[in-house]
Each structure stands twice: as structure tokens, then as C-alpha cells.
């Protein structure tokens, strides 16, 4: 089934478009897609190609398309376990292959896609200890897969799991790090409590990334990001 979906998506390639994603994804050597290869295809495209096999395809087929060389193909493998993971079908299987191959889920868009469907969702209730695992790995993508997971907790209305994670992260080196802190506390504000994330704020905006202290008062007023980033600079 695997190779039927990835001849499908070859036979969507558009090179034109490849060359511009594989330098949107920083592919090059050294940066943090380093070696990808995409076909070019739209996520639309994929999402549908995605949803029409996603009932028939199993899981152990799923996970050989995740190991594919193509980032569509693994895209493709993550909206299926997303998909099945929604539907109720084997959720500890698709939790567990998901947390096992954490080499394949190799790219923010694929981490965002897919973090807080399947990793928020399943530990909702339990142990969370895999998000501060995972938040002090040495894998990019496990770092990001930690703070966006807690964006499921966030839409239940609990900052808890996001202070914490971020907490951990707010010194990583990392721009796309900083990108994933900011965006979730940002969400942690507008979906929970501004008065919770503004006590948080007040505890560490000092050390901060830059970055992510301008994501998160993005919906701020404009005297108060005016402040906040002026507090920054006096701090840095």
C-alpha cells in the first residue's frame, strides 16, 4: 500500500517547485533540513492523498512510508496517523510508532502537523514526563515535538504543560525553538490566561530569546510590546 501512495505522490512532482521548498526548508548542508529531498507537491495535495488511504493502509505500512526519503511521503505518513489516532483506531500503536521514529519527523511542518494530535492527546491524563524527555533531548525535533504537544493542553484551557516545557527550552540555541516557545505561549494567552501569562512573563522575559518574547506579546497592545521588547534590550 505504501508504494502505491508514494507513486501517487511521484506523480504529482514539480521540480519547479522543490527547488523553491527544499531552500524554504533550509536543506543545504549544515542547515537544519540538511539532505531532503521534496517532490514538490502541495499540502493539500498530500493531506488528500493522506485521507484516501488513511482507512486502508496498516500500520506497519504506515511506518515503512514514514521512512521514506521524500518529505511529502513522510507527511503523507504522519496525516494518516493523525487521521487513524483521531478515529480511535489503535491509539497506543500510533502513539508508540510515532514516539519510535522521531528520526523521521525531521521537519517543523511535519513535527506542527502532527505533535499535539497524537503525543497532547494521548498523554492527556497521564504521566507527561515523555514532554520534558523530549524537551531536553539533544534532537531538534524532539524539542519541538515537546512545546507543540502541550498546544492540546492549551486548547483544554491549562498553561501548566506549556510554562513548563518552555521553562526548559527558554535557553535553547535554536531560532526554531524560540519560534515554537513564543507561538505557545502566545496561544497559552489567548486560549487560557493573559494574567497567567504575563506573571510569566514578568519571572522571564529577561531570559528570553529575543524571539521568542516577540512571538508571544504579538497580540499585545503596541505600547506594550514597545515595553516589553525595550525591557529586553536593557536586559540582554
Not at 495535495?45 to 511529502?72: G, N
Not at 491549562?158 to 513548563?164: H, N, P, R
Request: charged letters at 35%; proline letters at 2%; hydrophobic letters at 35%.
Amino acid at each position: 500500500m505504501e508504494k502505491e501512495i508514494l507513486k501517487k505522490l511521484q506523480s504529482l512532482k514539480n521540480p519547479e517547485k522543490s527547488a523553491t521548498l527544499q531552500r524554504f526548508f533550509k536543506t543545504k548542508k549544515g542547515e537544519y533540513g540538511e539532505g531532503d529531498i521534496f517532490l514538490g507537491i502541495t499540502v493539500p495535495e498530500t493531506r488528500k492523498i493522506a485521507h484516501e488511504y488513511a482507512a486502508k493502509i496498516s500500520l506497519p505500512e504506515t511506518e515503512r512510508l514514514l521512512h521514506s526519503k521524500y518529505h511529502e511521503a513522510r507527511l503523507a505518513a504522519l496525516l494518516i496517523l493523525v487521521e487513524k489516532y483521531k478515529k480511535g483506531e489503535k491509539r497506543e500503536e500510533v502513539f508508540n510508532l510515532y514516539i519510535q521514529n522521531t528520526d523521521c519527523i525531521n521537519n517543523w511542518d511535519l513535527v506542527d502537523s502532527s505533535a499535539y494530535f497524537i503525543v497532547g492527546s494521548h498523554l492527556e491524563g497521564k504521566n507527561k514526563k515523555l514532554l520534558e524527555k523530549f524537551a531536553c533531548s539533544k534532537n531538534l525535533w524532539e524539542k519541538r515535538i515537546a512545546m507543540i504537544s502541550t498546544f492540546h493542553f492549551i486548547r483544554k484551557g491549562s498553561t501548566k504543560e506549556a510554562f513548563q516545557i518552555a521553562k526548559i527550552l527558554l535557553k535553547d540555541k535554536h531560532d526554531l525553538i524560540h519560534k515554537a516557545v513564543g507561538w505557545m505561549l502566545r496561544e497559552a494567552g489567548k486560549h487560557c490566561s493573559r494574567v497567567e501569562l504575563e506573571a510569566f512573563l514578568k519571572k522571564h522575559k529577561k531570559e528570553m530569546p529575543r524571539t521568542a518574547l516577540r512571538y508571544t506579546i504579538e497580540h499585545f497592545s503596541e505600547q506594550q510590546r514597545k515595553e516589553y521588547l525595550a525591557t529586553k534590550q536593557k536586559g540582554d
